[in-house]
Every structure is written in structure tokens, then in C-alpha cells.
């Protein structure tokens, strides 16, 4: 049974900075693209980046700059962010078996979801 597991969250201040974790289990010898998604209240889930089982790392646009994902072994990842503003307040999303591209990070199918963690950001 595949498994995934986010930490890292919580309450920030306004230009903080906080590191999400990412482990993936239940997986032998198989090694799926890996990505973060964040989903605010009112809001629909969106991509924030993604990391190929090949290696290349990928940003959706409107992320590139704060956010810098880390492939640290074939099934962890994280998520550095940086400068944090109130806008980023989200559950934040671990996922694999994603579809991660250049311009791509979604959900296939096949993409097995953490639980999410929650991230907010507040004075």
C-alpha cells in the first residue's frame, strides 16, 4: 500500500520561511515523479512544483522565486518557501505519480495524495 506523509507545517510570520518533508512508502523499485500542491480555503488545489523521477524540477509560473523543491532521495521531497506572505495560508499536499513537465504539475489517475499539512501565515 503506498503511502504518503507530509510535515512541516504551521503558523508563520509574514516573511518567514518554512520546510515542508515529503516521504513516500509502500513502493519498491518503482520511482514516480513527485510533487507539492496547496490548496486554499475557497480555493481550488493548484500545483506549486514538481520533481521528475529523472531529475528535472519543474515550478508552475506564478511559484517560481519563494518556493524550491528538493528531490532528497527517490522517495522524499521537499519544499523550501521562503518570504512567506498571508496569500500562501494553504493545506499543503504531498503527491506522487504526478504528471511533471515542463509547464505541468497534475494530478494522473494513478497520483497517490498525502494527508496534506497546513501551512498558515499570519502577524
Known amino acids: 500500500q503506498v503511502q504518503v506523509a507530509e510535515s512541516g507545517g504551521g503558523l508563520e510570520q509574514p516573511g518567514g520561511s518554512l520546510k515542508l518533508s515529503c516521504v513516500v512508502s509502500g513502493l519498491t523499485s518503482i520511482v514516480y515523479n513527485m510533487g507539492w500542491f496547496r490548496q486554499a480555503p475557497g480555493k481550488e488545489r493548484e500545483g506549486i512544483g514538481c520533481s521528475e523521477w529523472r531529475g528535472g524540477i519543474w515550478y508552475v509560473d506564478s511559484m517560481k522565486g519563494r518556493f524550491t523543491i528538493s528531490r532528497d532521495d527517490a522517495y522524499s521531497l521537499s519544499l523550501q518557501m521562503n518570504n512567506l506572505e498571508p496569500e500562501d495560508t494553504a493545506m499543503y499536499y504531498c503527491?506522487?505519480?504526478?504528471?511533471?513537465?515542463?509547464?505541468?504539475?497534475?494530478?494522473?489517475?494513478?497520483?497517490?495524495w498525502g494527508q496534506g499539512t497546513q501551512v498558515t501565515v499570519a502577524s
Open positions: 503527491a506522487t505519480a504526478i504528471r511533471c513537465q515542463a509547464g505541468t504539475v497534475a494530478a494522473s489517475r494513478q497520483t497517490y
